[in-house]
């Protein structure tokens, strides 16, 4: 297998956040991008997550060291049942969520990217410039979160079949900026790509850290 590095070189550290690639609500059977495993190294450990598919390429079960989540798909509804708690997601006729049954409400721009998430005292809004999260404002118990991002030109293919919650962004992050409760920092993401265009690595730096997160696909 053919593999190429992309290098991010940047003078300031990187905040990471999972990817889940939504295109559309059009069910996508291209397996070669689905995402089987996701195994996380760090200073502490390792921890590993598996994905399992439906045959119209819908998530239908995440295994998590924090404990396992399973998607049902009735129509209109999409039911999200983690250690016994279930959460209700109602559609749109465009097949994204728009409520829950916890109080959440979700609202999109024209492309159907995700803008805001508002529970009854938390919230989450984010801008979008040329396809791809420009930044992002998280309220939560009391306490404050601001992201900046900037990107690669590489698309990020990675495809966890989660369409129903927006349309995610096109291309791969290189760096973000953030501001967690009063203390700002950067991380570093540098990539190790196969010949297909797949994230095998992602390497995240960060204040004299680092973790590695390697992933397999479906094919």
């Known amino acids: 297998m053919k593999i190429k590095f992309i290098v991010v070189i940047i003078i300031v550290g990187v905040f990471f956040s999972s990817c889940k690639k939504n295109t559309s609500t059009s069910t996508n059977t291209n397996f070669l991008f689905k995402v089987k495993t996701q195994i996380e190294t760090y200073s502490g450990g390792t921890d590993t997550m ?3 598919y ?4 819908r998530m239908i079960l995440w295994l998590a060291p924090n404990g396992n989540t399973s998607f049902e798909y009735p129509l209109g509804i999409v039911y999200q049942i983690n250690n016994g708690d279930t959460t209700k997601f ?3 006729t465009e097949g994204y969520r728009i409520s829950d049954n916890i109080g959440g409400l979700y609202t999109y721009d024209n492309s159907w990217h ?5 529970y009854a005292l938390d919230s989450t809004s984010k801008t ?3 396809g ?3 930044s992002l404002f998280s309220q939560e118990g009391g306490g404050t979160t601001q992201i900046s991002y900037t990107y690669l030109s590489t698309p990020d293919k990675r495809d966890f079949g989660n369409s129903y919650t927006g349309v995610s962004g096109i291309h791969l992050v290189n760096t973000e900026s953030v501001t967690d409760n009063g203390t700002t920092f950067t991380r570093i993401h540098t ?6 265009g797949r994230v095998i690595i992602d390497s995240v730096s960060s204040q004299g850290s680092l973790s590695l997160y390697k992933y397999t696909y479906l094919q």
Do not use: E
Request: without cysteine; aromatic residues 12%.
């Open 50 to 52: 598996t994905f399992s």
């Open 54 to 57: 439906d045959a119209q390429g």
């Open 90 to 92: 109602v559609l749109n």
């Open 114 to 118: 995700s803008l805001i998430v508002a």
């Open 128 to 130: 979008w410039t040329n």
């Open 132 to 134: 791809d999260i420009s």
């Open 191 to 196: 990539y190790l790509i196969d010949s297909i």
